[in-house]
């Protein structure tokens, strides 16, 4: 299996810049899996296809502000800083830029000196541990100084950074934003409880890595990055629960899909637990824990993509790309929306 063999053509222009004003008010593709059948909806309908007794999931995780701007000292060159992973002790482990000038011993300062820094070591991989000094709670000197790591497909600044934030956020973590809960009002919410659909919560912190290219050819070559997933036994009882009783689990996003199918015990059951991953989810995947999936559009030979075409087949999905190119909906992380049942 060849990483090409799940290439699309998209034009630039339909990559999404800036989030809709009203979230829900986004499109939405629905695919049926087994015929390959299309329907073109908004995604407020999405109350329409959840039936009572279904459980929808959600990844609580919330975004850090992580990307930092700087200068070295005592040169002044200009930094950038992207927290990655916290490896305890004020220690990081992050992306910088630029990266040659940044050798351990570099120091750097940010905000006029509320926070500073030293690089005490460079990775195999090029990202570096950076310790990171200051006063008070270090997170809330991040909510001070820090910016919204938006992806690299996305030029626009982001006016409102609760935007690039799930109405339904909770646990600080993630590097990207598990952007197809990004759709969900409260008011929608409520709505989708009020019919009789559950509401489950699980936590994975996302990884830059989610936008690392796949270079490999071969798709079995690939070697996923790792991320860090938890149940709660809360959560792990209404899955059970919904099993049980007949009910769909409806994953929101790949994050809840990987965490969900990382988690899952052999006889298809759940506990409280948390893990980290590396579960690389493509064509040929057996699914032991998901029965439908709401997920926004992903780049081209990615392992999103991947993931969904191993859900839904990949000539149905490359054709409900396909389509949803000429329909001229929007791709990405502030784009529409696709429901696979």
Known sequence: MKTHDFYYD?????????????????????LDRRTG??????????????????CLVLNNSRVLPARLLGHRVPTLGAVEVLLLKDKGDGVWECLTKPGRKTQPGTELSFGDGALTATV????????????????GIFLEVLERLG????????????????????VYSKINGSAAAPTAGLHFTR???????GKGVKLAYVTLHVGLGTFRPVKAEEVTEH??????????????ELLNETRRSGGRIVCVGTTSCRTLE???????????????????IYPGYRFKAMD?????????????????????????VLHAYNVAVQERYRFFSFGDAMFIS
């Open 223 to 236: 070697h996923m990055h790792s991320e860090f997933c938890m149940m709660s036994s809360e959560t792990a």
């Open 262 to 280: 990382s988690l899952v015990k052999d006889d298809g059951t759940f506990e409280e637990r948390s893990a980290w991953t590396e579960i690389f």
């Open 120 to 135: 005490v070591d460079a990775l195999d991989t090029g990202n570096k541990l950076i310790r990171f000094h200051y006063e």
């Open 292 to 316: 439908a999936l709401i997920t926004n559009f992903h780049l081209p030979e990615s392992t999103l993509v991947m993931l969904v075409s191993a859900f839904a087949g990949r000539e149905h």
């Open 10 to 30: 998209l034009p630039e222009e339909l990559i999404a810049q800036t989030p809709l004003q009203q979230r829900d008010a986004s499109r939405l593709m629905t």
């Open 37 to 54: 059948d299309i329907g073109h909806r908004h995604f407020s309908d999405i109350l329409e296809l959840l039936n009572p007794g279904d």
């Open 147 to 166: 910016k919204m790591p938006l992806p690299p497909y996305i030029k626009e600044e982001l006016a409102d950074g609760e935007r690039y934030q799930t």
């Open 187 to 193: 008011e929608l919410l409520e709505k989708i409880q």
